[in-house]
C-alpha cells in the first residue's frame, strides 16, 4: 500500500490538539523524520526512509508538527519552540530507547534543539544526527536579513508576511511570533555539543538555504564525528535519486555505528 493511502495515527499534545504521525516498527535505533517549514510527512525523502525502513527493519517515524499535513492546528501560530515541543511529545510517546533523528531544513533546527535538550537532561538517547540543507536559525539569519521596507510594515501591521512559494501555489508565511521565538530559540549562539555522530548534506544549489549557512552551522559543531557532504548540482529539495542514495548511505553509516557502540557497551558490561 502506498504511504499516502496509509490513514495516520494520532497523538495529542497535551494542548488540545492531535498531531498525525505514522511509523514502521522494526530494531533500534529508531529513525525520526523531522520535515522542514510548511512540509508534511509524506514527501519523498520521508517516504523513501519508510520504504527503506521495511525493507531493512529499523524503527521508523515521521510526523506532522502542529499546522502541518494532518496535523491540528494553525500553521500561523506554529513557532519553533511549539514545533519542537510537538516532535518531542510525539518521540517520547512513541519511541524508546536509541534514536537517530533525521532533519531536513528547519527539521535540523528542531533536531539539533532536541539534541541539546536531551543532553541537558542527562538523556543518552541520541545515536545520530542526519541533517539535510540544514537550517538552523533561519529566521534571524536568513528571514530578518531580507525583510523589505515594506515587509517591515506589514509584520507590524498585520503580524505576518506572505512570500511567494516556488514549491506551490500558496504563499510562504512569516508571522512576528515566528521571528520572535526565532531568536529565542537560536542554536547557533555557542558551541552545539550532542554527543554524536553528525553527517550533513548540503547542496551548493540551494537557492533557499546557502551551502554557507551549512559551513556556518559546522564552525559551531564538535570537530569528532562530524561529516560534511557538499552536493555541487544539489537543490533544497535533495529528493533526486542520487540525492535520496546519499541520504540512505549516510544513515546506513550512523546505523551501523550505532548498533556498533552498542555492541562495544554490552559486551563490556
Request: include cysteine; charge should be negative; hydrophobic fraction near 40%.
Given at each position: 500500500?502506498?504511504?499516502?493511502?496509509i490513514?495516520?495515527?494520532f497523538?495529542e499534545?497535551?494542548k488540545?490538539?492531535r498531531?498525525?504521525f505514522?511509523?514502521?516498527?522494526?530494531?533500534?535505533p529508531t529513525v525520526?523524520?523531522?520535515?522542514?517549514?510548511g512540509?508534511d510527512?509524506?514527501?519523498?525523502?520521508?517516504?523513501?526512509?519508510?520504504?527503506?525502513?521495511a525493507?531493512?527493519?529499523?524503527g521508523?517515524l515521521r510526523?506532522?508538527?502542529?499546522?502541518?499535513g494532518?496535523?491540528?492546528?494553525?500553521?500561523?501560530?506554529g513557532?519553533?519552540?511549539?514545533?519542537t515541543e510537538?516532535?518531542l511529545?510525539?518521540?517520547e510517546?512513541?519511541t524508546?530507547?536509541?534514536?537517530?533523528?533525521?532533519?531536513?531544513?528547519?527539521?535540523?533546527?528542531?533536531?539539533?534543539r532536541?539534541?541539546?535538550?536531551?543532553r541537558a537532561?542527562g538523556a543518552?538517547?541520541?545515536?545520530?544526527?542526519l541533517l539535510l540543507?540544514?537550517?538552523?536559525?533561519?529566521?534571524t539569519r536568513?528571514?530578518?536579513?531580507s525583510l523589505t521596507?515594506?515587509?517591515?510594515v506589514?509584520l507590524e501591521?498585520?503580524?505576518?508576511?506572505?512570500?511567494?512559494?516556488e514549491?506551490g501555489p500558496?504563499?510562504?508565511i512569516?508571522?512576528?511570533?515566528l521571528?520572535?521565538?526565532?531568536?529565542?530559540a537560536?542554536?547557533?549562539?555557542?558551541?552545539i555539543?550532542v554527543?554524536c555522530p553528525?553527517?550533513i548534506i548540503?547542496g551548493?544549489?540551494?537557492?533557499?538555504v546557502p551551502?554557507?549557512h551549512?559551513l556556518?552551522?559546522?564552525?559551531?559543531?564538535?570537530g569528532?564525528?562530524?561529516?560534511?557532504?557538499l552536493?555541487?548540482?544539489?537543490?533544497?529539495?535533495l529528493s533526486r535519486?542520487?540525492?535520496?542514495r546519499?541520504?540512505e548511505n549516510?544513515?546506513g553509516e550512523?546505523?551501523?555505528?550505532?548498533r556498533?557502540?552498542?555492541?562495544?557497551?554490552t559486551?563490556?558490561?
Amino acid at each position: 500500500m502506498s504511504d499516502s493511502r496509509i490513514p495516520p495515527q494520532f497523538h495529542e499534545n497535551g494542548k488540545g490538539e492531535r498531531l498525525a504521525f505514522l511509523e514502521v516498527a522494526g530494531k533500534t535505533p529508531t529513525v525520526v523524520w523531522l520535515g522542514g517549514y510548511g512540509s508534511d510527512m509524506r514527501g519523498t525523502k520521508a517516504e523513501h526512509l519508510a520504504a527503506l525502513a521495511a525493507r531493512d527493519g529499523f524503527g521508523f517515524l515521521r510526523l506532522d508538527y502542529s499546522g502541518h499535513g494532518e496535523s491540528d492546528g494553525a500553521f500561523r501560530d506554529g513557532t519553533i519552540s511549539k514545533w519542537t515541543e510537538d516532535a518531542l511529545s510525539v518521540i517520547e510517546a512513541r519511541t524508546q530507547g536509541p534514536a537517530i533523528l533525521v532533519g531536513s531544513s528547519m527539521g535540523a533546527w528542531i533536531a539539533l534543539r532536541i539534541a541539546r535538550d536531551w543532553r541537558a537532561q542527562g538523556a543518552s538517547r541520541l545515536a545520530g544526527l542526519l541533517l539535510l540543507a540544514p537550517a538552523p536559525d533561519f529566521t534571524t539569519r536568513l528571514v530578518e536579513p531580507s525583510l523589505t521596507s515594506a515587509e517591515c510594515v506589514s509584520l507590524e501591521r498585520d503580524g505576518f508576511i506572505a512570500r511567494p512559494s516556488e514549491y506551490g501555489p500558496e504563499p510562504t508565511i512569516y508571522t512576528q511570533a515566528l521571528l520572535d521565538d526565532g531568536s529565542k530559540a537560536a542554536v547557533m549562539d555557542e558551541p552545539i555539543v550532542v554527543g554524536c555522530p553528525i553527517h550533513i548534506i548540503q547542496g551548493m544549489e540551494d537557492a533557499d538555504v546557502p551551502h554557507t549557512h551549512a559551513l556556518e552551522l559546522v564552525s559551531y559543531l564538535p570537530g569528532d564525528g562530524l561529516t560534511l557532504t557538499l552536493v555541487a548540482d544539489g537543490d533544497h529539495r535533495l529528493s533526486r535519486p542520487e540525492d535520496l542514495r546519499r541520504m540512505e548511505n549516510a544513515l546506513g553509516e550512523l546505523i551501523r555505528a550505532a548498533r556498533e557502540r552498542d555492541q562495544s557497551r554490552t559486551t563490556a558490561e
